[in-house]
Protein backbone atom coordinates (compact mmCIF):
# COMPACT_ATOMS: atom_id res chain seq x y z
CA UNK A 1 0.00 0.00 0.00
CA UNK A 2 1.39 3.66 -1.13
CA UNK A 3 1.69 6.43 1.52
CA UNK A 4 -1.75 8.18 1.33
CA UNK A 5 -1.80 11.34 -0.35
CA UNK A 6 -4.76 13.81 -0.67
CA UNK A 7 -6.11 13.56 -4.80
CA UNK A 8 -8.36 15.81 -6.45
CA UNK A 9 -11.16 14.03 -8.95
CA UNK A 10 -12.62 16.43 -11.61
CA UNK A 11 -15.83 15.79 -13.16
CA UNK A 12 -18.44 17.63 -14.29
CA UNK A 13 -19.91 20.50 -12.35
CA UNK A 14 -23.27 19.53 -10.63
CA UNK A 15 -22.36 16.14 -10.60
CA UNK A 16 -19.89 16.17 -7.75
CA UNK A 17 -22.53 14.54 -5.31
CA UNK A 18 -23.67 11.41 -7.81
CA UNK A 19 -19.69 10.88 -8.65
CA UNK A 20 -19.27 10.89 -4.78
CA UNK A 21 -21.83 8.27 -4.39
CA UNK A 22 -20.39 6.15 -7.45
CA UNK A 23 -16.73 6.13 -6.00
CA UNK A 24 -17.92 5.52 -2.15
CA UNK A 25 -20.00 2.45 -3.88
CA UNK A 26 -16.67 0.96 -5.67
CA UNK A 27 -14.27 1.62 -2.85
CA UNK A 28 -16.61 -1.08 -0.67
CA UNK A 29 -17.72 -3.31 -3.24
CA UNK A 30 -13.54 -3.89 -3.55
CA UNK A 31 -12.66 -3.96 -0.22
CA UNK A 32 -10.34 -1.03 -0.58
CA UNK A 33 -11.40 0.82 2.95
CA UNK A 34 -8.09 0.10 4.00
CA UNK A 35 -6.24 2.23 1.42
CA UNK A 36 -8.66 5.53 2.28
CA UNK A 37 -8.07 8.10 5.19
CA UNK A 38 -11.89 8.05 6.63
CA UNK A 39 -13.58 11.05 6.71
CA UNK A 40 -16.08 10.62 9.28
CA UNK A 41 -19.27 13.42 9.59
CA UNK A 42 -22.37 13.28 11.80
CA UNK A 43 -21.54 9.88 12.89
CA UNK A 44 -20.75 8.16 9.35
CA UNK A 45 -17.90 7.13 7.52
CA UNK A 46 -16.96 8.50 4.20
CA UNK A 47 -14.04 8.52 1.67
CA UNK A 48 -14.65 10.91 -0.56
CA UNK A 49 -14.76 14.65 0.25
CA UNK A 50 -17.20 17.36 -1.21
CA UNK A 51 -16.79 20.70 0.61
CA UNK A 52 -20.11 22.67 0.37
CA UNK A 53 -21.50 25.62 2.37
CA UNK A 54 -24.35 26.36 3.79
CA UNK A 55 -26.64 29.27 2.48
CA UNK A 56 -29.56 31.11 3.86
CA UNK A 57 -31.46 32.36 0.55
CA UNK A 58 -33.49 35.70 1.41
CA UNK A 59 -36.28 34.33 -0.86
CA UNK A 60 -37.20 30.51 -1.96
CA UNK A 61 -37.01 28.69 -5.57
CA UNK A 62 -40.75 29.64 -6.35
CA UNK A 63 -40.44 33.36 -4.81
CA UNK A 64 -40.91 34.57 -1.19
CA UNK A 65 -40.17 32.40 1.65
CA UNK A 66 -42.49 30.20 3.34
CA UNK A 67 -44.79 32.40 5.91
CA UNK A 68 -47.09 31.44 8.42
CA UNK A 69 -49.12 34.04 9.99
CA UNK A 70 -49.90 32.95 13.86
CA UNK A 71 -51.40 35.35 16.04
CA UNK A 72 -51.17 35.29 19.50
CA UNK A 73 -53.19 33.03 21.09
CA UNK A 74 -51.17 30.12 19.64
CA UNK A 75 -47.80 28.43 21.65
CA UNK A 76 -45.08 28.94 19.57
CA UNK A 77 -42.96 26.14 19.26
CA UNK A 78 -40.18 27.11 17.31
CA UNK A 79 -37.36 29.46 17.97
CA UNK A 80 -35.69 32.36 15.67
CA UNK A 81 -32.93 30.96 13.74
CA UNK A 82 -33.94 26.99 14.67
CA UNK A 83 -33.82 24.80 11.78
CA UNK A 84 -36.90 22.76 10.96
CA UNK A 85 -37.56 20.09 8.77
CA UNK A 86 -40.42 19.49 6.42
CA UNK A 87 -43.79 18.55 8.63
CA UNK A 88 -42.18 20.00 12.43
CA UNK A 89 -44.85 21.10 14.48
CA UNK A 90 -44.35 25.18 14.34
CA UNK A 91 -47.59 26.10 16.80
CA UNK A 92 -50.66 25.41 18.20
CA UNK A 93 -53.79 27.00 19.64
CA UNK A 94 -55.45 24.86 22.30
CA UNK A 95 -58.72 23.64 22.09
CA UNK A 96 -61.68 26.42 23.03
CA UNK A 97 -64.00 25.52 25.71
CA UNK A 98 -67.12 27.23 27.11
CA UNK A 99 -66.79 28.64 30.63
CA UNK A 100 -70.59 28.16 31.23
CA UNK A 101 -73.66 26.70 29.72
CA UNK A 102 -75.26 28.62 26.33
CA UNK A 103 -77.30 27.56 23.98
CA UNK A 104 -77.04 28.06 19.76
CA UNK A 105 -78.83 30.62 18.39
CA UNK A 106 -78.04 31.02 15.14
CA UNK A 107 -75.15 29.06 12.65
CA UNK A 108 -74.50 31.38 9.62
CA UNK A 109 -71.79 29.70 6.73
CA UNK A 110 -69.52 32.71 5.86
CA UNK A 111 -66.44 33.33 3.84
CA UNK A 112 -63.39 34.97 5.18
CA UNK A 113 -61.32 36.69 4.03
CA UNK A 114 -57.82 38.75 4.88
CA UNK A 115 -56.02 41.10 3.18
CA UNK A 116 -52.99 42.36 4.91
CA UNK A 117 -52.29 45.89 4.50
CA UNK A 118 -48.10 47.06 3.77
CA UNK A 119 -47.82 47.68 7.69
CA UNK A 120 -48.85 44.42 7.83
CA UNK A 121 -51.96 45.30 9.72
CA UNK A 122 -55.13 43.45 8.80
CA UNK A 123 -58.78 43.85 7.79
CA UNK A 124 -61.32 41.35 8.03
CA UNK A 125 -64.40 40.26 6.03
CA UNK A 126 -67.18 38.17 6.18
CA UNK A 127 -69.27 36.81 3.76
CA UNK A 128 -72.27 34.55 3.42
CA UNK A 129 -71.38 31.51 1.48
CA UNK A 130 -74.41 31.66 -0.36
CA UNK A 131 -72.68 34.17 -2.57
CA UNK A 132 -70.37 33.22 -5.12
CA UNK A 133 -66.84 35.17 -4.87
CA UNK A 134 -64.78 36.94 -7.66
CA UNK A 135 -61.86 34.55 -9.38
CA UNK A 136 -59.86 37.54 -8.56
CA UNK A 137 -60.37 37.32 -4.75
CA UNK A 138 -57.70 34.48 -3.87
CA UNK A 139 -54.67 34.25 -1.39
CA UNK A 140 -51.94 36.26 -2.73
CA UNK A 141 -53.69 38.34 -4.79
CA UNK A 142 -53.55 42.04 -4.51
CA UNK A 143 -56.21 44.05 -4.26
CA UNK A 144 -56.83 48.00 -4.17
CA UNK A 145 -59.78 49.97 -2.19
CA UNK A 146 -63.25 49.56 -4.71
CA UNK A 147 -63.23 46.19 -5.28
CA UNK A 148 -65.79 44.28 -4.79
CA UNK A 149 -65.57 40.65 -3.78
CA UNK A 150 -68.69 38.95 -5.17
CA UNK A 151 -69.38 38.32 -8.33
CA UNK A 152 -72.62 40.18 -8.33
CA UNK A 153 -70.65 43.19 -6.88
CA UNK A 154 -73.05 43.38 -3.66
CA UNK A 155 -72.18 46.91 -2.38
CA UNK A 156 -72.18 45.62 1.08
CA UNK A 157 -69.14 43.49 0.44
CA UNK A 158 -66.22 45.21 -1.19
CA UNK A 159 -62.27 45.88 -0.56
CA UNK A 160 -62.29 49.48 1.36
CA UNK A 161 -58.43 48.85 1.99
CA UNK A 162 -55.08 48.17 -0.38
CA UNK A 163 -53.08 45.39 -0.10
CA UNK A 164 -52.49 41.98 -0.13
CA UNK A 165 -55.05 38.87 0.12
CA UNK A 166 -53.51 36.51 2.80
CA UNK A 167 -56.44 34.01 3.96
CA UNK A 168 -59.85 32.56 2.19
CA UNK A 169 -60.83 30.14 3.93
CA UNK A 170 -64.86 28.99 4.90
CA UNK A 171 -66.35 29.47 8.68
CA UNK A 172 -69.41 29.44 10.42
CA UNK A 173 -70.49 32.39 12.84
CA UNK A 174 -71.57 31.20 15.32
CA UNK A 175 -74.04 32.81 18.02
CA UNK A 176 -74.66 31.96 21.10
CA UNK A 177 -77.08 33.07 24.27
CA UNK A 178 -75.89 32.07 28.03
CA UNK A 179 -78.54 32.09 30.53
CA UNK A 180 -78.10 35.63 31.56
CA UNK A 181 -79.42 36.50 28.30
CA UNK A 182 -75.98 37.89 26.86
CA UNK A 183 -74.86 36.92 23.57
CA UNK A 184 -71.25 35.69 22.36
CA UNK A 185 -70.20 35.52 18.51
CA UNK A 186 -67.56 33.09 17.77
CA UNK A 187 -65.64 32.92 13.81
CA UNK A 188 -64.75 29.28 13.54
CA UNK A 189 -63.02 27.45 10.95
CA UNK A 190 -65.20 25.05 9.32
CA UNK A 191 -62.82 22.18 9.89
CA UNK A 192 -62.61 22.92 13.49
CA UNK A 193 -66.17 23.20 14.09
CA UNK A 194 -67.66 20.74 16.27
CA UNK A 195 -71.51 19.55 14.82
CA UNK A 196 -73.65 22.24 16.17
CA UNK A 197 -77.77 22.74 15.18
CA UNK A 198 -79.76 25.83 16.03
CA UNK A 199 -81.17 25.77 19.68
CA UNK A 200 -79.27 23.42 21.06
CA UNK A 201 -78.14 23.50 24.67
CA UNK A 202 -74.20 23.18 25.39
CA UNK A 203 -72.92 22.62 28.75
CA UNK A 204 -69.93 23.68 30.64
CA UNK A 205 -66.82 22.56 29.36
CA UNK A 206 -68.28 22.19 25.62
CA UNK A 207 -65.84 21.87 23.19
CA UNK A 208 -66.77 24.75 21.15
CA UNK A 209 -63.57 25.16 18.71
CA UNK A 210 -60.81 21.99 18.14
CA UNK A 211 -57.35 22.20 18.46
CA UNK A 212 -55.21 23.54 15.50
CA UNK A 213 -51.77 22.63 14.70
CA UNK A 214 -49.29 24.22 12.29
CA UNK A 215 -46.95 22.73 10.87
CA UNK A 216 -44.06 23.16 8.24
CA UNK A 217 -43.94 22.46 4.86
CA UNK A 218 -40.91 23.27 4.10
CA UNK A 219 -37.95 22.69 5.51
CA UNK A 220 -35.54 25.68 6.51
CA UNK A 221 -34.43 28.28 8.96
CA UNK A 222 -37.10 30.11 10.83
CA UNK A 223 -37.31 33.69 11.52
CA UNK A 224 -40.20 34.87 13.76
CA UNK A 225 -40.91 38.59 13.88
CA UNK A 226 -43.64 39.99 16.09
CA UNK A 227 -46.71 42.47 14.83
CA UNK A 228 -49.16 44.11 16.64
CA UNK A 229 -51.95 41.86 16.05
CA UNK A 230 -50.01 38.47 14.74
CA UNK A 231 -46.52 36.78 14.53
CA UNK A 232 -45.11 35.87 10.96
CA UNK A 233 -43.25 32.93 11.35
CA UNK A 234 -41.20 32.37 7.59
CA UNK A 235 -38.94 29.55 6.91
CA UNK A 236 -36.18 30.41 4.40
CA UNK A 237 -34.64 27.55 2.77
CA UNK A 238 -30.77 26.27 3.12
CA UNK A 239 -28.58 25.81 -0.04
CA UNK A 240 -25.84 23.24 0.43
CA UNK A 241 -23.27 24.91 -2.68
CA UNK A 242 -20.07 23.54 -3.62
CA UNK A 243 -17.15 25.30 -2.77
CA UNK A 244 -15.01 23.97 -5.41
CA UNK A 245 -17.40 22.89 -8.32
CA UNK A 246 -16.27 19.86 -10.54
CA UNK A 247 -14.33 18.60 -7.75
CA UNK A 248 -14.33 15.34 -5.30
CA UNK A 249 -11.06 15.24 -3.06
CA UNK A 250 -9.80 11.55 -1.37
CA UNK A 251 -6.99 10.70 0.64
CA UNK A 252 -5.66 7.30 -0.44
CA UNK A 253 -3.01 4.80 -0.94
CA UNK A 254 -3.51 3.48 -4.61
CA UNK A 255 -1.20 2.51 -6.90
CA UNK A 256 -1.64 4.29 -10.34
CA UNK A 257 -3.58 0.87 -11.72
CA UNK A 258 -5.68 0.63 -9.21
CA UNK A 259 -6.58 4.83 -9.39
CA UNK A 260 -7.38 3.94 -13.26
CA UNK A 261 -9.67 1.00 -12.27
CA UNK A 262 -11.57 2.95 -9.38
CA UNK A 263 -12.58 5.47 -11.92
CA UNK A 264 -13.32 2.99 -14.71
CA UNK A 265 -16.61 3.47 -16.27
CA UNK A 266 -17.32 6.39 -14.44
CA UNK A 267 -18.79 9.59 -16.35
CA UNK A 268 -16.62 12.98 -16.86
CA UNK A 269 -14.30 11.36 -13.78
CA UNK A 270 -10.46 11.45 -14.22
CA UNK A 271 -7.27 12.33 -11.84
CA UNK A 272 -6.03 15.83 -11.96
CA UNK A 273 -2.71 15.66 -13.11
CA UNK A 274 -1.08 14.64 -17.10
CA UNK A 275 -3.25 11.63 -18.28
CA UNK A 276 -1.27 9.02 -17.31
CA UNK A 277 -0.09 10.10 -13.99
CA UNK A 278 -2.27 11.64 -11.07
CA UNK A 279 -0.61 14.25 -9.05
CA UNK A 280 -1.25 14.83 -5.30
CA UNK A 281 -3.07 17.81 -4.40
CA UNK A 282 -0.42 19.36 -1.20
CA UNK A 283 0.08 22.49 0.39
CA UNK A 284 -1.92 25.64 0.80
CA UNK A 285 -4.07 24.26 -1.59
CA UNK A 286 -5.07 21.33 0.24
CA UNK A 287 -4.72 22.95 3.08
CA UNK A 288 -7.14 25.95 1.71
CA UNK A 289 -9.54 22.85 0.85
CA UNK A 290 -9.44 21.55 3.92
CA UNK A 291 -10.25 24.66 6.02
CA UNK A 292 -12.93 25.37 3.95
CA UNK A 293 -14.40 22.37 4.64
CA UNK A 294 -14.36 22.70 8.53
CA UNK A 295 -12.00 19.55 8.69
CA UNK A 296 -8.79 22.02 10.44
CA UNK A 297 -9.57 25.14 11.72
CA UNK A 298 -8.41 28.11 10.19
CA UNK A 299 -6.63 30.99 11.69
CA UNK A 300 -10.02 33.18 12.65
CA UNK A 301 -12.21 30.95 13.57
CA UNK A 302 -16.08 31.94 14.28
CA UNK A 303 -17.54 31.20 17.46
CA UNK A 304 -20.40 29.33 16.00
CA UNK A 305 -20.14 27.42 12.15
CA UNK A 306 -23.46 29.37 11.07
CA UNK A 307 -24.97 28.81 7.53
CA UNK A 308 -24.12 32.48 5.83
CA UNK A 309 -26.96 34.79 4.50
CA UNK A 310 -27.47 35.85 1.02
CA UNK A 311 -29.21 38.19 -0.66
CA UNK A 312 -31.04 38.87 -3.54
CA UNK A 313 -30.09 42.23 -3.41
CA UNK A 314 -26.80 44.70 -4.13
CA UNK A 315 -25.54 47.63 -3.16
CA UNK A 316 -26.86 50.77 -5.41
CA UNK A 317 -29.94 49.16 -6.64
CA UNK A 318 -33.19 50.90 -6.76
CA UNK A 319 -35.88 48.94 -4.77
CA UNK A 320 -39.21 49.50 -3.40
CA UNK A 321 -39.97 49.85 0.14
CA UNK A 322 -43.24 47.72 1.31
CA UNK A 323 -43.13 47.76 4.84
CA UNK A 324 -43.17 50.33 7.59
CA UNK A 325 -43.78 54.01 7.50
CA UNK A 326 -41.96 54.85 4.33
CA UNK A 327 -44.04 51.90 2.69
CA UNK A 328 -44.52 52.62 -1.34
CA UNK A 329 -41.30 54.73 -1.36
CA UNK A 330 -38.75 54.19 -3.41
CA UNK A 331 -34.81 54.61 -2.74
CA UNK A 332 -31.35 53.08 -3.49
CA UNK A 333 -29.67 50.87 -1.22
CA UNK A 334 -26.36 52.63 0.37
CA UNK A 335 -25.54 49.27 2.77
CA UNK A 336 -26.43 45.73 3.45
CA UNK A 337 -25.95 44.18 6.59
CA UNK A 338 -26.29 40.32 5.91
CA UNK A 339 -26.04 39.23 9.63
CA UNK A 340 -28.87 41.77 10.47
CA UNK A 341 -30.90 40.74 7.22
CA UNK A 342 -30.55 45.11 6.93
CA UNK A 343 -30.55 47.12 4.35
CA UNK A 344 -30.21 50.93 4.68
CA UNK A 345 -32.21 52.10 1.63
CA UNK A 346 -32.07 56.24 0.78
CA UNK A 347 -35.20 57.74 0.02
CA UNK A 348 -35.77 61.53 -0.28
CA UNK A 349 -38.20 63.53 1.63
CA UNK A 350 -38.39 66.98 2.01
CA UNK A 351 -36.32 67.54 -0.84
CA UNK A 352 -33.26 65.85 1.26
CA UNK A 353 -32.12 61.76 1.14
CA UNK A 354 -33.16 60.13 4.39
CA UNK A 355 -31.27 56.77 5.03
CA UNK A 356 -33.87 54.29 6.33
CA UNK A 357 -33.11 51.10 8.27
CA UNK A 358 -35.35 48.34 7.45
CA UNK A 359 -35.42 44.51 6.82
CA UNK A 360 -34.74 42.73 3.91
CA UNK A 361 -38.30 41.21 4.11
CA UNK A 362 -39.44 44.67 3.30
CA UNK A 363 -38.24 45.76 0.50
CA UNK A 364 -38.98 44.33 -2.89
CA UNK A 365 -37.76 44.91 -5.90
CA UNK A 366 -39.16 47.21 -8.95
Not at 55 to 82: F, H, I, M, P, Q
Not at 159 to 176: C, S
Not at 211 to 231: C, D, P, Q, T, W
Not at 232 to 246: A, N, Q, V, Y
Request: net charge neutral; charged share 35%; hydrophobic share 35%.
Amino acid sequence: MQRKKWYAIQTYAGSELRVKKQLEERVRQLGWERYFEPIRRNGDVEYFLVPVEEVVTSRSRRGRATEYRVSYDYDLLVKNNERVERGALLARRPPRHLKKPARVVSIEPMWRIVVERVDRTEREYLVPQEKQLRRDIRVGERVRTGIPITTDSDSRYQIDVQGQIVAREKVRRITLEYEDGTKETHIIPEELCPRLKEGQELPEGFEIEREHKIYANASGLVKVKEYKEKRIISIHRIEKRRLFPGYVFAKMGLDEEQMRELLAGIEGARFVGNRFHPIPIEGQEMLAVQRTAGMIEAPKVEEERRPKVEVEFEVGEIVQIIEGPFADFTGEIKEIDKEAEEAVVSVKIFGRELPVRISLDGIAKI
